[in-house]
T-cell receptor, first 110, second 112 residues
């Protein structure tokens, strides 16, 4: 079993829809949870970062962490075609080495 | 502007050749990482270095080598022992404390 599981998609939604992206994990030592966005043929960029459980909001993006269920989510409100990318969840226990999910490919239809 | 520069953007390797991918950062970050990305497999860690003159193997280090002689530089050599080197290679760095990784724009390596 992988330490981090993420549905690869592809996920296609109409513009303006709410998008929900999710990851599950098995290592209860993870404390730092991140979401990265990667456009085609580019390096990933850090989108959201959360320490331990709870919610964090930044504009149209909300990250949720439920450590009791070992489940993290990223919500995108009012989705735009420019949000079309691959989204990678990532997590870390010791702040030295990050474990990444395999990524979910998201497409927003105009 | 601070950032990570990877070069070249595209690289072609003949069978049996060693090639070196460059990674330079001007962020003054202590830790640097090399990842390999294949379709459907996410990012896999090859090597990482937390200080100059020290580095550790990641999950898929076989067929690769690195050096860390300067804080700013962390080159990756893909040797002829790496049987399936065609992939997208990403270099990243991280500051002390915790702020996530900063990634370079990647090098796409193809065996011809």
């Amino acid at each position: 079993q992988k330490e981090v599981e993420q549905d690869p998609g592809p996920l296609s939604v109409p513009e303006g829809a709410i998008v929900s992206l999710n990851c599950t994990y098995s290592n209860s030592a993870f404390q730092y949870f991140m979401w990265y966005r990667q456009y085609s043929r580019k390096g990933p960029e850090l989108l959201m970062y959360t320490y331990s459980s709870g919610n964090k909001e930044d504009g149209r993006f909300t990250a949720q962490v439920d450590k009791s269920s070992k489940y993290i989510s990223l919500f995108i409100r009012d989705s735009q075609p420019s949000d079309s990318a691959t989204y990678l969840c990532a997590m870390d226990s010791s702040a030295s080495k990050i474990i990444f999910g395999s990524g979910t490919r998201l497409s927003i239809r105009p | 502007d601070g950032g990570i520069t990877q070069s070249p953007k595209y690289l072609f390797r003949k069978e049996g050749q060693n090639v070196t991918l460059s990674c330079e950062q001007n962020l003054n970050h202590d830790a640097m990482y090399w990842y390999r990305q294949d379709p459907g497999q996410g990012l896999r860690l090859i090597y990482y270095s937390q200080i100059v003159n020290d580095f550790q193997k990641g999950d898929i280090a076989e067929g690769y080598s690195v050096s860390r002689e300067k804080k700013e530089s962390f080159p990756l050599t893909v040797t002829s022992a790496q049987k399936n080197p065609t992939a997208f290679y990403l270099c990243a760095s991280k500051a002390g404390g915790y702020y996530g990784y900063t990634f370079g724009s990647g090098t796409r390596l193809t065996v011809v």
